[in-house]
């Protein structure tokens, strides 16, 4: 049986905290009035978590508290007490084997790890990666792929794709653990975030879309076909799957799945003054048209923002940052 604790039924934490998505995920938190304990490496950098504090409800209703999640006792202290875990991977900006895939790996270890000891947990939402999915060799032009579907570890070994290789392993190793140790685990698996900006700096995605803005190809030739999500429902996501008492296994957040031809087309329909790039390099080869089956959330009445809505919010986010584009 579960204990019960009722001074915790409102009280998650979210790893990662001062992140892109973490920091949005936790402002949809506070406005839904969750009490949030967010786990970062310095909550003492005011440069790094200002635009936390600035969030409404963070006054009354959030905690930031220090956690190295790449040290096992170190992330201890953020889960006790807490009824769920949103779980945010380490992150890397140097994507080479070595630095990448053993940190991201252990690092949702030690979040699992700190979670089982919490006794009033309820559910670990872990956020993993599209490119935990998408990389196999089997896809052709008519392919759906869902929940069932993973990357091919061998074929992201050979392409070298070490961030693709690291969630792939992460979210195995996280469902092994879960497994083995009765945790109530749900994975939610984005494509490419997409909105507005609360950090003080870029994510490498949002460099990517900002350099896509300028007229730059090479980033998202690298990308090629990709499915593209607000961050808000991102966000709504993790919330929903948490909230909902059946929700179990893994779920696929996705809206449009584009080319990056047909990308580009849809930003320069819309905004017609920048000058949106008309052809990119095929890094990988001609990848098939592939979709994302999502039934799993839209059976549950999730509504997903299309292609224009990102843009608009993340250009507007941009523009009140100070960024050129």
């Not at 967010?38 to 006054?59: I, T």
């Not at 061998?154 to 190793?173: G, N, Q, S």
């Not at 089956?293 to 923002?305: E, P």
């Amino acid at each position: 049986m579960e204990k019960k604790n009722p001074g915790t039924e409102r009280k998650v934490c979210v790893t990662g905290a001062a992140g892109f998505f973490a920091s949005w995920l936790i402002k949809v938190l506070l406005q839904l009035g969750y009490h949030v304990t967010g786990a970062v490496r310095d909550p003492g950098n005011s440069r790094k978590v200002a635009h936390l504090w600035a969030l409404e409800g963070a006054k009354d209703r959030l905690q930031l508290v220090k956690a190295n999640l790449c040290e096992e006792e170190a992330s201890i202290l953020p889960f006790w007490d807490a009824r769920a875990s949103f779980t945010q991977p380490v992150q890397f900006l140097l994507f080479s084997q070595a630095e990448i895939i053993d940190p991201t790996v252990q690092g949702t270890l030690n979040v699992l790890r700190s979670c089982k000891r919490n006794p009033f947990l309820r559910r670990v939402v872990l956020t993993s990666s599209s490119a935990a999915v998408r990389i196999r060799e089997d896809i052709h032009s008519s392919s759906v792929l869902d929940e069932s579907s993973w990357s091919s570890e061998e074929l992201c070994e050979r392409l070298k794709l070490w961030y693709a290789l690291a969630k792939t392993l992460a979210e195995k190793a996280a469902w092994e653990f879960a497994k083995e140790n009765h945790i109530d685990l749900v994975t939610v698996v984005p494509t490419f975030i997409i909105g507005p900006i609360l950090p003080p700096g870029l994510s490498l995605t949002a460099s990517d879309v900002l350099g896509l803005l300028r007229g730059e190809t090479q980033q998202f030739s690298l990308h090629g076909r990709m499915g593209y999500l607000h961050i808000d429902d991102a966000a709504r996501c993790h919330v929903l799957v948490y909230e909902h008492a059946a929700a179990n296994g893994r779920y696929i957040c996705s809206s449009s799945v584009l080319d990056n031809h047909e990308l580009a087309a849809r930003i320069a329909k819309r905004f017609p003054w920048l000058p949106i790039p008309k052809r990119f390099d095929e890094s990988y080869g001609k990848v098939p048209a592939y979709t994302f089956d999502t039934s799993k959330l839209l059976n549950m009445g999730f509504q997903f923002k299309e292609i224009e809505e990102m843009f608009d919010d993340f250009i507007q986010s941009l523009k009140e940052k100070g960024y050129e584009i």
